[in-house]
């Protein structure tokens, strides 16, 4: 039996729940920013597995790591200390402004650490509301999605767990009127992924820190998209002249292997003691050997520099794009390799349109927020690759 796409859908369809609206291919193999599929075609991924591939596929140091642990050890649990999460632990305060970290397997599990921890140190004075921003993407579980400032991802799961609400986008003067006597923290994306690659300015960030300061507030960064050398720094906080009290980290950190991590102060991070929160599988030894390199990788001479460079370079030749099909396109925003092509109003039907014809050129893209189409390549990209996407994305607007 030919073991193709067909054969591996129609046995995925049978058993899985209907949660997911898939692309009729199954991926088999991939490296560096290529991914074939198991009827033998080749892809050229502008996606990154959603933020998570930025050193590429199979990144040979990574991958080493991971069978070298492997062989070693796999999991104890967090009653005991191992080596591979401490070194992950003292690279990630070592290169942030945080003094502690907790370690988690996904970005909604370390947005719920960063919510536990808002409320517990707001306890002691009653404040345990938290305030995001609309447009926001925070995560799946009830608290992640009730944080996330996006109604449609509330329906059919109300009534929604309480102490959440969303401020409008870019209003500081509406933001300061909702903070109330029992809020205890602010929770916001430096740039917002899923909402449409919506970059915070930097001025309305430091108007909200002041904000914290001023209230007694706590500031978190969900940094879970946006960090970890997406924009062009290991944090994107780095670039802004902001610096949080609790910041939320997943997707690339473990460059394919699920990581999730919260970084605090100690001043914020004492109100956890034993018992308060905790994870059977968070920093487990294989993943934190990936992470370490990872991280490593990130860091060595020349790498973020690069990712800076690359990303003006993306953004100037989208930028064209645009201009070229003006009756698309509004535009083009974003930081480092997390770049945005914005849609006119009257041609967001298009979207979707345009990222089923680049899948099926070999371009793997997708549309965010019911307005951009949204570009997340592999950090390691090559300029000769980023001008091939763009390419292929011109000829298909043209098309559509």
Known sequence: ???????????????????????????VEGSGCRL???????????????????????????????????????????????????????LLVTHSFADQV??????????????????????????YEIISLEGSFHGRTLATVAATGQTRFH??????????RAAPFGDIDALAAMIAPHTCAI??????????????????????RRLCDERGLLLIFDEIQVGMGRTGTLFAYEQLGVVPDILTLAKAVGNGLPLGAML?????????????????????????????VTVKTMLANGFLADVREKGEHLAARLARVAAHHAHLAAGVRGRGL???????????????????????????????????????????????????????????????
């Not at 329906?155 to 959440?164: L, S, V, Y």
């Not at 929770?187 to 430091?206: A, D, F, H, K, N």
């Not at 034993?274 to 294989?286: E, I, K, M, R």
């Not at 945005?340 to 965010?368: D, M, S, T, Y």
């Open 1 to 27: 039996m030919t073991r193709d796409n067909a054969y591996w859908i129609e046995r995925s369809n049978r058993y899985f729940l209907n949660t997911y609206s898939r692309y009729p291919a199954a991926m």
């Open 36 to 90: 074939k599929d198991a009827d033998g075609r080749e892809y050229l991924d502008f996606l990154s597995g959603i933020a998570v591939c930025s050193l590429g596929h199979c990144y040979p140091p990574v991958v080493e790591a991971v069978c070298a642990q492997a062989r070693k050890l796999m999991h104890v649990s967090n009653l005991y200390h191992t080596a591979p999460q401490t070194e992950l632990a003292e």
């Open 102 to 127: 907790f370690l988690a397997n996904s970005g909604a599990e370390a947005n719920e650490a960063a919510i536990k921890l808002a409320r517990k140190f707001g306890s002691a004075t009653g404040r």
């Open 155 to 164: 329906k059919g799961f109300e009534p929604m767990p309480e102490g959440f």
């Open 187 to 208: 929770l916001v994306e430096p740039l917002q992924g899923e909402g449409g690659v919506r970059p915070l300015e930097e001025e309305y960030l430091r108007s909200i």
């Open 264 to 292: 605090a102060t100690e001043r914020v991070g004492a109100a956890f003691v034993p018992g308060d929160h905790a994870s059977t599988f968070g920093g487990n030894p294989v993943a934190c050997a990936a992470a370490a």
């Open 338 to 400: 997390i770049q945005g092509l914005v849609l006119r109003p009257e041609a967001v039907a298009k979207g979707p349109l345009i990222v089923n014809r680049l899948f099926e050129q070999g371009i793997l893209l997708n549309f965010a927020g019911g307005t951009t189409l949204r570009c997340l390549p592999p950090l390691v990209v090559s300029r000769a690759e980023i001008d091939t996407f763009v390419n292929v994305l011109d000829l298909v607007m043209a098309a559509v």
